[in-house]
């Protein structure tokens, strides 16, 4: 069945300095995965995606994440944290529904608190 | 990349009563989408929006629970009937579109019910 892990269910950083968000997925063909944001009482917001060519995707706000398929992973990574980026981060993987639709599996979400 | 809107951004209902929840896509989407987010858990999808028939629920969601419309490419309406406490969460709609239909989300519905 597919699915999707996030380990780490509260991370806190510093303001300024490097984060790494965690996801792993199980899904049997090629994936397409997202990270998605959600600021307190807002909606979600696309940060990137990965459908397919470099494995190394760049999205908004100065984050990327890298896609391992060894791994099964594709974790999430910003070099310099601004107190703005806490939020909550969530990783999902599309699994294809028929035609061209992909419905979405996402993980419990990753809560990052960021500190003076 | 499409702009969603719902309606109403929040609501506080009673128990036993319905409480129809509309979203409005600002371009045509191939699909639509109705999620449920439970206080501090993630998104779990209730259901596929189809345009002019039936939608394709989730497992755990019945039609009689949460009777779905999609009249056309840009709209949905998601009503959550009879409601009990346990239906307190956050209502997300979302429109895919685009390479891989990138799904689009809504702001949310915040639905308290006492």
């Known amino acids: 069945a597919q699915s999707v892990t996030q380990p780490d269910i509260h991370i806190t950083v510093s303001e300024g300095a490097s984060l790494e968000l965690r996801c792993n997925y199980s899904y049997g063909a090629t994936p397409y995965l997202f990270w998605y944001v959600q600021s307190p009482g807002q909606g979600l917001q696309l940060l990137l995606k990965y459908f397919s060519g470099d494995t190394l995707v760049q999205g908004i706000k100065g984050f990327e994440a890298e896609f391992k398929r060894s791994q099964s992973s594709f974790n999430l990574r910003k070099p310099s944290v601004h107190w703005s980026d806490a939020a909550e981060y969530f990783c999902?993987?599309?699994?294809?529904?028929?035609?061209?639709?992909?419905?979405?599996?996402f993980g419990t979400g990753t809560l990052l608190a960021v500190q003076p | 990349s499409a702009v969603i809107s719902q309606k109403p951004s929040r609501d506080i209902c009673q128990r036993g009563t319905s409480l129809t929840i509309q979203c409005q896509v600002d371009?045509?989407?191939?699909?639509m989408f109705w999620y449920r987010q439970q206080p501090g858990q993630s998104l779990t999808l209730i259901a596929t929006a189809n345009q002019g028939s039936e939608a394709t629920y989730e497992s755990g969601f019945v039609i009689d629970k949460f009777p779905i419309s999609r009249p056309n490419l840009t709209f949905s309406t998601l009503t959550v009937s009879n409601m009990s406490p346990e239906d307190s969460s956050i209502y997300l709609c979302?429109?895919?579109?685009?390479?891989?239909?990138?799904?689009?989300f809504g702001p949310g519905t915040r639905l308290l019910v006492l």
């Open positions: 371009s045509q989407v191939t699909m």
């Open positions: 999902a993987v599309g699994v294809h529904y028929g035609g061209a639709t992909n419905k979405l599996i």
């Open positions: 979302s429109g895919g579109q685009g390479a891989g239909e990138t799904q689009y």
